[in-house]
């Protein structure tokens, strides 16, 4: 069997929901499926923030707005109800939204260590449970639907910020990325997890404002990602050159999990 390149990558065509898709690892995400023909949903609980971005992607491609609060039982049952008035499949799901909290661990408040499992957690799986049947019912083990689950490298390493629920929440993804995997993969789903370092988003703008130097410095590759990286291990991922990768988290980090280069 001959591979064609083209064939193997090519993802035009498909439905995809990128949640918190209008700025940072969302955005990237989305604007790499956009500008390569899949009919991308871009969540975020911010409505004008969500139509703003959706609107400037659109120049490029098909990109909707679908503004929710995922965190919450109410807001996915409506952003679920809304896509299906829009769309009887959904090819790839993108679980990207996320929050972290950052405090001393003598003071670190129970609403906030809530916030952050409720939304990079919970929300990750209610989701993916109730979008099942239309990321199912047209796929197969041989052309299977996907999920791609944002965790962080902080889940794979103890982090030196006092963002401790942060973490905890994404080693729970790369587990739970796992155990979906082994689940749904007779049901026609591969399930996989893409675990960041330093990219440029609104969550790490403190962080980089303050020690950007540093953070590159210590990187083996001497930088921080940028969008195209984030975007094309998303454009592979969804593709059928990956459909036989199932149960994988993907460090996208230049090797930072490992070392630094200071070590």
């Not at 083209?6 to 500008?35: C, P, Q, W």
């Not at 959904?90 to 001393?104: E, F, K, Q, Y």
């Not at 993916?128 to 052309?143: E, K």
Request: aromatic share 6%.
């Amino acid at each position: 069997m001959s591979l064609n390149i083209t064939d193997l990558f090519n993802v035009s065509g498909k439905v995809a929901i990128v949640t918190g898709g209008s700025r940072g690892i969302g955005r990237m995400i989305a604007e790499a499926y956009v500008a390569n023909g899949v009919k991308t949903y871009i969540t975020a609980r911010k409505s004008e923030a969500c139509h703003q971005a959706a609107e400037e992607m659109s120049k490029i491609g098909q990109c909707m707005a679908l503004p929710a609060d995922l965190s919450s039982s109410a807001g996915r049952d409506a952003f679920v109800a809304e896509f299906s008035s829009h769309e009887s499949r959904l090819d790839i799901l993108v679980n990207n939204a996320g929050a972290a909290w950052g405090a001393a661990f003598e003071e670190y408040p129970e609403s906030g260590y809530d916030k952050v499992m409720d939304i990079n957690v919970k929300a990750v799986f209610m989701l993916t449970r109730d979008l099942l049947p239309m990321l199912t019912g047209h796929a197969s083990v041989s052309r299977p639907s996907r999920v791609i689950n944002i965790g962080s490298i902080d889940g794979l390493r103890v982090s030196s910020t006092d963002n401790f629920a942060y973490g905890a929440s994404k080693a729970a993804v790369h587990f739970l990325t796992k155990n979906l995997a082994l689940r749904l993969a007779p049901r026609g789903l591969t399930v996989n997890a893409i675990a960041p370092g330093p990219f440029e988003s609104q969550m790490m703008d403190y962080m980089l404002s303050r020690f950007r130097d540093k953070i590159e410095t210590e990187n083996p590759l001497g930088r921080i990602g940028a969008s195209r990286d984030m975007g094309a291990l998303a454009l592979y991922l969804a593709s059928d050159a990956a459909s036989y990768m199932n149960g994988q988290v993907i460090a996208l980090d230049g090797g930072r999990h490992l070392g630094s280069r200071q070590d």
